[in-house]
């Protein structure tokens, strides 16, 4: 028995420049063979959260709305109208979150595949940009899977409600680049889990604009909003679906808020990736 | 280009106030088993790091495959093989899954790939582990697993650091005899352990590290000839009386060592001189005659042993 090792053929078999150009690509098609590891698992949250949340809040709480303020009493349109576009963009953070966080600390610390990674031709940043990549296709269809169950059950009607499909892909993608470089910079995960569940995931959630109208909180707790992803895309979303009224620098703003979450959230983590390799 | 596929003239690699690597000299020639023999902590990981291409140097030259590693990191490591010195495999794939993301990382054909993978788990001795999940492997299937992968790409060197620590006696031996098969094929190896049968079993030419300096350099047999005897008479008289008793003996032989529980003694004829210790009546509760080993090198070189 002999391995063709002795050819010692990597000279002739690896082809640098090509690797510098998709080498996120080949990051990115190993996080999804070990998602597709949980495609059922995935598959029925992406089905069961929405089911549970349509049911109970919407349907529940929004008929109650609807039927004790009439119809058009919250923001001049149906309780459901005005829920879709935020209870989508919470769903994209969610799945945004779990494609991003547990795959850095497994890179970096439980596993240290990371630094494997590193050890091919593949530098930190693609090894960034590959992790995002994945977590960016896991909240395309997250939001899709949500956008379907939400049809279904006849939650869309509005319609240009499809327009709250990009701003809810947005509001992930944006928050999956945070959570990121937050993740990357982590020594101690058990606390970070305990504060991101209880001080940062639900506060989030509640005080967002999801379930009523931002303006109605008192003022000082409006700024919640404006640091919460969740917020700027659903506002948007609002816009878009509905024509909830904005105006024009401040759909701007939330725009630009969200974009520079984005930019800003990929370019320190692929810095933070490439120091904590090299340490 | 050199001759060399890898050289490095007064490596240097400081972490804070520590100085892990002290500016040492070193080079492997293509086809060479090379080791670097020391303690944990002798700074041996670090320059395998340096030599891997994902840490950088703090001063001194370094260049491996004819190239800087600090601007051409994935140029270089697109010919290197890694074994680090914790597996780190992907836990949730299976065996083949693992083999076949790697060699993707290397921008390998999946066509290349697929057909490389029943070679390498051959090699492995892993067939029917295939699709077993890697978190149900052993200790010593992880090992060789983590071997093949590196092998994936047909590096030009592979580095191996620590490759049989925390394995059983029978893993350690049939990981020995795949990396022999290896050196047998002129595949280039890098190996750090701090095993000297290890080192012994593996190693055309190693360097003695300690505290981040090399303290001598030679193939296993002429630093046993330089540093040693050839044989050494291992003698025990109870932990209260091998102090006493050493005075008493040191003038009998070349060198004598005092470790806690026995006394080394360094000569050339370990029967004359166990001979002599009873004709001068004294009475070990144990004695043993073996040849020197690289263990004793290091003790020689450092008054320490290796494993502390």
């Given at each position: 028995m002999s391995i063709s090792t002795n050819r010692q053929g990597s000279t002739l078999l690896v082809d640098v420049a090509k690797v510098q150009v998709r080498g996120a690509l080949y990051v990115a098609e190993a996080r999804l063979r070990i998602m597709m590891k949980w495609i059922?698992?995935?598959?029925?949250?992406?089905?069961?959260?929405?089911?549970?949340?349509?049911?109970?809040?919407?349907?529940?709480?929004?008929?109650?709305?609807?039927k004790s303020v009439g119809v058009g009493g919250v923001d001049g349109v149906k309780y459901l109208t005005f829920l879709a576009p935020a209870l989508l963009a919470q769903a994209a953070i969610q799945g945004a979150m779990d494609e991003?966080?547990?795959?850095?600390?497994?890179g970096f610390k439980w596993h240290k595949t990371f630094y494997s990674i590193n050890s091919?031709?593949?530098?930190g940043a693609q090894i960034s940009i590959g992790v995002f990549l994945a977590a960016f296709l896991r909240v395309i269809y997250t939001v899709l899977f949500y956008f379907g169950v939400m049809w279904a059950f006849g939650a869309l009607q509005s319609p240009k409600a499809w327009l709250a499909v990009p701003t809810a892909i947005f509001a992930g993608i944006s928050f999956g680049a945070l959570m990121q470089t937050l993740a990357a910079k982590l020594e101690n995960e058990n606390i970070f889990f305990v504060i991101l569940g209880r001080f940062i995931m639900m506060p989030l959630f509640l005080f967002?604009?999801?379930?009523?109208?931002?303006?109605?909180?008192?003022?000082?707790?409006?700024?919640?909003?404006?640091?919460?992803?969740?917020?700027?895309?659903?506002?948007?979303?609002?816009?878009?679906?509905?024509?909830?009224?904005?105006?024009?620098?401040?759909?701007?703003?939330?725009?630009?808020?969200?974009?520079?979450?984005?930019?800003?959230?990929?370019?320190f983590s692929a810095r933070i990736f490439t120091r904590r390799l090299a340490k | 280009m050199s001759q060399f596929l890898i050289s490095a003239r007064g490596l240097t690699k400081k972490f804070g106030d520590l100085t892990a690597v002290d500016g040492i000299d070193f080079n492997v020639s293509k086809g060479e088993s090379f080791g670097l023999l020391g303690p944990?902590?002798?700074?041996?990981?670090?320059?395998?790091?340096?030599?891997?291409?994902?840490?950088?140097?703090?001063?001194?030259?370094?260049?491996?495959?004819?190239?800087?590693?600090?601007?051409?990191?994935?140029?270089?490591?697109?010919h290197l093989g890694v074994v680090p010195q914790q597996d780190n495999l992907d836990m949730e794939l299976s065996v083949t899954e693992n083999l076949y993301i790697y060699g993707r990382y290397f921008g390998l054909p999946r066509k290349f790939v697929r057909g490389k993978i029943d070679e390498l788990l051959t090699f492995a001795q892993l067939e029917e582990k295939r699709d077993s999940k890697v978190e149900a492997l052993s200790g010593g299937m992880k090992r060789r697993l983590t071997i093949a992968r590196a092998l994936v790409s047909e590096p030009e060197i592979l580095m191996l650091d620590e490759p049989t620590t925390?394995?059983?006696?029978?893993?350690?031996?049939?990981?020995?005899?795949?990396?022999?098969?290896?050196?047998?094929?002129?595949?280039?190896?890098?190996?750090?352990?701090?095993?000297?049968?290890?080192?012994?079993?593996?190693?055309?030419?190693?360097?003695?590290m300690d505290k981040g300096r090399i303290m001598a350099e030679g193939s296993p047999a002429s630093l046993i000839k330089d540093y040693s005897t050839k044989e050494v008479l291992e003698v025990r008289f109870g932990s209260d009386?091998?102090?006493?008793?050493?005075?008493?003996?040191?003038?009998?032989?070349?060198?004598?060592?005092?470790?806690?529980?026995?006394?080394?003694?360094y000569t050339d004829d370990g029967e004359s001189l166990l001979e002599k210790i009873y004709d001068a009546g004294l009475h070990p509760k144990t004695s043993l005659v073996r040849r020197s080993s690289l263990e004793d090198v290091f003790l020689r070189l450092t008054g320490r042993t290796l494993i502390e």
């Amino acid at each position: 028995m002999s391995i063709s090792t002795n050819r010692q053929g990597s000279t002739l078999l690896v082809d640098v420049a090509k690797v510098q150009v998709r080498g996120a690509l080949y990051v990115a098609e190993a996080r999804l063979r070990i998602m597709m590891k949980w495609i059922w698992m995935i598959i029925g949250i992406a089905i069961a959260n929405p089911v549970l949340y349509l049911i109970s809040v919407g349907i529940g709480l929004g008929g109650l709305i609807d039927k004790s303020v009439g119809v058009g009493g919250v923001d001049g349109v149906k309780y459901l109208t005005f829920l879709a576009p935020a209870l989508l963009a919470q769903a994209a953070i969610q799945g945004a979150m779990d494609e991003t966080i547990y795959p850095t600390i497994q890179g970096f610390k439980w596993h240290k595949t990371f630094y494997s990674i590193n050890s091919t031709p593949l530098s930190g940043a693609q090894i960034s940009i590959g992790v995002f990549l994945a977590a960016f296709l896991r909240v395309i269809y997250t939001v899709l899977f949500y956008f379907g169950v939400m049809w279904a059950f006849g939650a869309l009607q509005s319609p240009k409600a499809w327009l709250a499909v990009p701003t809810a892909i947005f509001a992930g993608i944006s928050f999956g680049a945070l959570m990121q470089t937050l993740a990357a910079k982590l020594e101690n995960e058990n606390i970070f889990f305990v504060i991101l569940g209880r001080f940062i995931m639900m506060p989030l959630f509640l005080f967002s604009g999801t379930f009523f109208p931002l303006s109605s909180m008192p003022f000082f707790l409006q700024w919640l909003g404006w640091i919460s992803p969740l917020w700027h895309a659903t506002e948007l979303g609002r816009y878009l679906t509905y024509g909830h009224v904005i105006s024009s620098p401040v759909m701007w703003a939330h725009f630009v808020i969200l974009a520079t979450m984005l930019v800003g959230g990929l370019y320190f983590s692929a810095r933070i990736f490439t120091r904590r390799l090299a340490k | 280009m050199s001759q060399f596929l890898i050289s490095a003239r007064g490596l240097t690699k400081k972490f804070g106030d520590l100085t892990a690597v002290d500016g040492i000299d070193f080079n492997v020639s293509k086809g060479e088993s090379f080791g670097l023999l020391g303690p944990n902590g002798a700074g041996k990981s670090t320059v395998m790091r340096m030599i891997g291409a994902t840490s950088q140097r703090d001063a001194g030259d370094l260049t491996i495959l004819g190239k800087d590693p600090e601007n051409n990191g994935p140029q270089i490591r697109a010919h290197l093989g890694v074994v680090p010195q914790q597996d780190n495999l992907d836990m949730e794939l299976s065996v083949t899954e693992n083999l076949y993301i790697y060699g993707r990382y290397f921008g390998l054909p999946r066509k290349f790939v697929r057909g490389k993978i029943d070679e390498l788990l051959t090699f492995a001795q892993l067939e029917e582990k295939r699709d077993s999940k890697v978190e149900a492997l052993s200790g010593g299937m992880k090992r060789r697993l983590t071997i093949a992968r590196a092998l994936v790409s047909e590096p030009e060197i592979l580095m191996l650091d620590e490759p049989t620590t925390g394995l059983d006696p029978q893993a350690r031996h049939i990981l020995w005899d795949r990396l022999f098969r290896l050196k047998e094929q002129g595949v280039t190896l890098v190996i750090t352990t701090h095993f000297m049968d290890e080192a012994e079993q593996l190693c055309d030419r190693l360097i003695v590290m300690d505290k981040g300096r090399i303290m001598a350099e030679g193939s296993p047999a002429s630093l046993i000839k330089d540093y040693s005897t050839k044989e050494v008479l291992e003698v025990r008289f109870g932990s209260d009386r091998n102090q006493e008793v050493a005075d008493k003996l040191k003038s009998m032989c070349d060198r004598i060592e005092e470790l806690p529980d026995r006394l080394l003694m360094y000569t050339d004829d370990g029967e004359s001189l166990l001979e002599k210790i009873y004709d001068a009546g004294l009475h070990p509760k144990t004695s043993l005659v073996r040849r020197s080993s690289l263990e004793d090198v290091f003790l020689r070189l450092t008054g320490r042993t290796l494993i502390e």
